[in-house]
């Protein structure tokens, strides 16, 4: 079975993510995540350990350079899949006068820069493997087609995927000419902490429009990823499959 690495594994989609892989496990092998802590409202206790041989098979990586180690050591064929689905959304509801920009720095470090160091770390794994896949979960409202009719929905975090898209298409092709597939990926509006916090603004435009669960996000993501090919080169891929304006 190929092995995957998700960051962001606390919760949310890349919680999803990681139940739905041990779900459909069928080799005594299971994925490394990346947690950086463990939520209040879930202990390590209650992690979805059920479908595993061991709690040793979920590798909880604190610091990249550690986690490379600890990774390189469960997976001697290299990682097939490292998944960067970490992120944050800080403001959503600020006007471009009223964004904290030390704020939205933080949100920059973490969705634009912080991919950067995930990549390089397991970089070395992922061109071991057979599969060799680098995810980098983006999300519609960077897209700058679209941008305006998005215009006061999360600038900021609109921003600092925008430029998560711009440095996947330019190391993409530089990946490429190694046989790595890059995939950037919009993975719906789903109802998580994060997903929560644009309700509103959904609510007061188009009250149609409802989030979908964490298991159809995963569900739909882990798809994309398996149909995703290098000769496509890079796409911006909504989780239903269909290709999203950059
Ligand atoms: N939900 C949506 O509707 C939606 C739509 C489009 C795109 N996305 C993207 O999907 C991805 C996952 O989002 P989500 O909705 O699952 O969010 P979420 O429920 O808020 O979970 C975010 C995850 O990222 C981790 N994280 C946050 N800051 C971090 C940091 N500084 N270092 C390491 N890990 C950090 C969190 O860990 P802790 O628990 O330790 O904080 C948590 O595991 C994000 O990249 C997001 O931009 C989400």
């Not at 159809?216 to 891929?237: G, H, M, N, P, T």
Request: hydrophobic share 40%; aromatic share 6%; with cysteine.
């Amino acid at each position: 079975m190929p092995s995957y690495l998700v960051t962001g594994a606390s919760r949310g989609i890349g919680l999803g993510i990681v139940t739905k892989l041990l779900k459909n496990r069928r080799t005594s092998w299971s994925p490394p995540c990346a947690i950086r802590r463990l939520t209040a409202s879930r202990s390590w206790d209650e992690y979805p350990k059920t479908h595993l041989p061991s709690s040793s098979s979920i590798l909880r990586l604190r610091q990249h350079r550690e986690g490379r180690r600890r990774a390189a050591k469960v997976l001697p064929d290299g990682l097939d899949h490292l998944i960067n689905n970490a992120g944050v959304s800080f403001q959503e509801g600020a006007s471009f006068e009223t964004i904290d920009l030390r704020v939205f720095e933080e949100e920059l470090r973490v969705n634009t820069v912080a991919p950067i160091e995930v990549v390089r770390q397991f970089l070395p794994l992922v061109r071991k493997s057979a599969v060799k896949k680098v995810v980098l979960v983006s999300t519609i409202i960077s897209s700058l087609e679209l941008a305006p009719n998005l215009s006061t929905l999360a600038i900021t975090y609109g921003i600092t995927k925008a430029g998560l898209n711009i440095l996947a298409r330019k190391w993409a092709a530089v990946l490429y000419q190694e046989g790595i597939t890059t995939v950037t990926l919009h993975p719906g509006w789903v109802e998580t902490d994060l997903g929560v916090t644009i309700k509103d603004w959904w609510a007061k435009r188009n009250p149609d429009l409802k989030p979908i669960s964490v298991q159809q996000s995963a569900e739909d993501v882990l798809r994309v990823i398996k149909e995703a090919k290098l000769e496509e080169k890079i796409k911006l891929y909504s989780h239903t499959g269909d290709v999203l304006p950059w």
